[in-house]
């Protein structure tokens, strides 16, 4: 198993920056595939971003050019930093591990990120 906890949300104006980190509680190494998914509210959870053992990265459309990823195995750590964040941003945004083999998914509680107009 591993614990993943959220940090980094808040309260941003529009065109603004903010990083989120998910801090895991074993090595990440061998984890298949990190990520960022979010929820608004009334709305499924969406994929954001991912970046997989070997360091491809997978993007949404909506933030492609806009968010960056990063896996820091050393660190245990995988962030998102966002920029220019628009008033569609808003959400919980939640950290995710992935094992494929078998198919194993674990989810942090989530941070929220607010875009004030």
């Known amino acids: 198993q591993v614990q993943l906890v959220e940090s980094g949300g808040g309260l941003v104006q529009a065109g603004g920056s903010l990083r989120l980190s998910c801090a895991a509680s074993?090595?990440?190494?061998?984890?298949?595939?990190m990520g960022w998914y979010r929820q608004a509210p009334g709305k499924q959870r969406e994929l954001v971003a991912t970046?997989?053992?070997?360091?491809?990265?997978n993007y949404a459309d909506s933030v492609k050019g806009r968010f960056t990823i990063s896996r820091n195995s050393a660190k245990n750590t995988v962030d998102l930093q966002m920029n220019r964040l628009t008033p569609e941003d808003p959400a919980f945004y939640y950290c995710?591990?992935?094992?494929?083999?078998?198919?194993?998914?674990?989810w942090g509680q989530g941070t929220q990120v607010t875009v004030s107009s």
């Open positions: 074993r090595s990440i190494f061998s984890i298949n595939a």
């Open positions: 995710n591990a992935r094992y494929v083999n078998p198919l194993v998914d674990y």
């Open positions: 970046v997989a053992r070997g360091g491809f990265r």
